[in-house]
């Protein structure tokens, strides 16, 4: 079945260095979201990406959908305390249901 | 405005006991509806998700099942739990699919 990479699992920042992610899918997508789950919480919706090559920012935030819709990255731009959490990227490729990549872990050391 | 419930936030059950979780949706219709599993440290399994009143589709052939009695309300369950049944359970809704998803504050079950 469809699978969603992330990368990395893990990242150590010092606050205020800049982060990135990358989700990476086999198969093409309809369109990507982007969710926050802070420690002992729930994942919360941060942006849906739907053009190919599309690219949206939030603040320090930026996200950019591939070309080819198989990829996708989230960039944090100058790491605060409050970015800690994990960021996961779901994936749908014209279904109900949505794929969620495996997440990467975020700590931001003050 | 759209509210999502989930009770109870933790539990602690023996193995071989039942379980049953429920998921309300407040403030909206019809809504898509999605039962997840999180391992800690670890990302979203999709359990169950159902676009309407007693449609059920299973993702995961385990010993798990869901219901959708009433639109708003989603209902996780098993005859007899397992020890790997542990884990973050989270229910979620969305307005079709292609939107984003809302999920509840999630139930933390451990199987002992």
């Known amino acids: 079945g469809q699978q969603v990479m992330q990368i990395p699992q893990y990242q150590h920042v010092q606050e205020g260095e800049d982060f990135t992610t990358y989700c990476n899918s086999s198969?093409?997508?309809?369109?990507i979201q982007w969710y926050k789950q802070r420690p002992g919480g729930h994942p919360v919706f941060l942006i849906q990406l739907v053009k190919s090559g599309e690219v949206k920012k939030q603040k320090r935030l930026t996200f950019q959908f591939g070309e080819a819709k198989k990829n996708s990255s989230l960039h944090i731009t100058a790491t605060q305390t409050t970015d800690v959490g994990t960021y996961f990227c779901a994936a749908t490729s014209g279904t109900y249901k949505y794929i969620f990549g495996t997440g990467t872990r975020l700590k931001v050391l003050a | 405005s759209q509210t999502i419930h989930q009770w109870p936030a933790t539990l602690v059950q023996p193995v071989g006991s039942p379980l049953s979780l429920e998921c309300t949706v407040e403030g909206t219709s019809n809504p898509n509806l999605y039962w997840y599993r999180q391992a800690a440290g670890r990302g979203l399994q999709l359990l169950f998700y159902s676009v309407g009143i007693g449609q059920i589709s299973s993702e995961v052939p385990q010993n798990l099942s869901a219901s959708r009695p009433q639109d708003r309300q989603f209902i996780l369950s098993s005859k007899k739990l397992l020890l790997s049944d542990s884990g973050f359970y989270l229910c979620?809704?969305?307005?079709?699919?292609?939107?984003?998803?809302?999920f509840g504050p999630g139930t933390r079950l451990t199987v002992l």
């Open positions: 198969t093409t997508l309809s369109n």
């Open positions: 979620a809704w969305s307005v079709t699919n292609h939107n984003e998803q809302f």
